[in-house]
């Protein structure tokens, strides 16, 4: 059975993800457990990565994907791409949406009531991207170049979350399924690059992932009609920025930084 483990680790990854999460997200439909068990669920990929690791590598293997977490010193320079571009991004969209006459700063919700609370952005990021990052992408890069790697995982991650978008009264109900999808799937491309260039680094990619949840606050002024799509739209951009950025491997021509862990 331990050879089972060892063998199809990916497979056994996703399945046990989706079914963690999906799990969750049933019995949030319960009025007792309708907020805090969905919420829960986005630990999935942090869970299911941890248990396949031990189940195959056993206790050394855990402590690898957990030293991940703490991959810190990359260079100031990463710390600008995680922190910054995610609202460079959302940005450039809210400038496109203004240019079209679909942008209105009266829209923005306030930001100062959900202060105190950002920092729960940053470890629900955590969790996925254990998973996803941590765990998924080293494996497929194992056998797949770093573009073809990046657009499987995005599209595991994808599906993943269909369900919050597709059944009702989720987060992400009333989301068009396919802007979103291509959405997950062109920021795949940049946490690959992040994480590539940063020695492996998730907490690299969790802080990416925390900025850019958090930058959807400049989406709230996008007509929601059109907003996936500037979404979309925007972040297919930087991503053919960043693979002509960096090639079609994402690590030539990066930035200088210093004390990058390799």
């Known amino acids: 059975m331990t050879d089972f483990w060892r063998l199809h680790p990916l497979f056994l990854y996703f399945v046990l993800a989706c079914a963690i999460f999906w799990g969750c997200i049933a019995v949030g439909f319960s009025d007792r457990f309708h907020f805090w068990v969905p919420i829960l669920g986005a630990f999935a990929p942090a869970v299911a990565a941890i ?4 189940r195959g590598s056993g206790e050394p293997g855990v402590r690898a994907l957990l030293g991940k977490l703490g991959r810190w010193r990359v260079g100031f320079g990463w710390y600008l791409v995680a922190l910054g ?4 991004e959302d940005a450039l969209a809210a400038g496109f949406a203004n240019l079209r006459g679909s942008f209105a700063v009266t829209r923005i919700p306030p930001v100062l009531p959900i202060l105190p609370a950002m ?5 629900f990021a955590a969790g996925e991207e254990l998973g996803w990052r941590g765990f998924a992408l080293p494996h497929l890069s194992a056998r797949y170049s770093a573009i073809v790697a990046s657009l499987i995982v995005g599209t595991l991650h994808a599906v993943w979350h269909w369900p919050v978008i597709l059944l009702p009264h989720q987060y992400l109900s009333g989301v068009p399924v396919l802007p979103w999808s291509v959405f997950v799937l062109s920021e795949a491309i940049i946490f690959t690059w992040i994480f590539t260039n940063t020695g492996g680094s998730v907490l690299m990619c969790a802080l990416y992932h925390g900025c850019s949840n958090l930058g959807m606050i400049l ?5 929601p009609a059109v907003a996936p799509w500037f979404k979309c739209s925007t972040s297919v951009l930087v991503a053919l920025a960043v693979v002509v950025w ?4 994402l690590t030539r021509a ?9």
């Open 51 to 54: 248990v396949v690791s031990g």
């Open 85 to 88: 571009l995610p609202f460079a």
């Open 119 to 123: 920092w729960v952005v940053f470890l």
């Open 219 to 223: 989406y709230g002024g996008i007509d």
């Open 246 to 249: 960096a090639g079609a491997d």
């Open 254 to 262: 990066r930035p200088t930084l210093e004390g990058h862990e390799r």
